[in-house]
């Protein structure tokens, strides 16, 4: 489906740049706000979704994550964005990891948080958008974080996704999904100073619990118990 920046388009925070009545498709723009965190964009796909009243979408937004077993979470707006110092937007890591775990069943959603490059193609108001992924641990063997002793690559064998995020409030922020040997961990890091900070956290934890836990199939259909 083609949606249109509207003319109070979001230019806060990091964006896609989106102009007033530029046309992309739904599934551009949700590259655009999982890759690089499009405020913009996830502005006009919430206004797409609510039939044109953000306050509608909000909350279709807050009943869903309710659905998924999020318990003190309440959603202001589509991209966590905090307006004149006031904090809109309240969570909690636990919930996070609810609504992650939801997520993740839905198939074209893990295509997209694991993908590395995109290139958006030119619209009717711009030249065509090459993105990165902001997940460093998908791809980023370059960069190095302290782990104990130890400078360890960002990049995370068996990463699968999911978000970075930041907002003066939250700090640096980071849901990451790594999957091993049939067994996949969902960690959130909320609160570190800068993204690497957060990055590490999460390679600290899923080092623990892979280390530490294993999957195991109590029973199976027809098996006699």
Partial sequence: EILTAPDNVESAGTSLDLEPGEEMTAEQLFYGMMLISGNDAAQVLGLAAGDGDMK???????????????????????????????????????DQAMITRQALKNEKFRTIVSTVKYTIPKTNKSKKRKLVNGNKCLWNDKRTVQIGDKNIPLKYTGCTGVKTGYTS??????????KRD??????????????????ADAIRLWDYGFKYYKTHTAMTEGEAL
Avoid: H
């Fill in 169 to 178: 409030s939250a700090g640096g922020c980071y849901i990451g999904s790594a």
């Fill in 56 to 94: 509608t979408f909000c909350e279709m937004m807050n009943n869903r994550a309710k659905e998924c077993g999020a318990e003190d979470t309440n959603f202001k707006n589509p991209n966590g964005l905090n307006e004149n110092a006031k904090t809109l937007n309240v969570t909690t890591v636990y």
């Fill in 182 to 199: 049939g067994m996949e961990l969902i960690v959130v890091s909320y609160g570190s100073p800068d993204s690497a900070g957060a990055f």
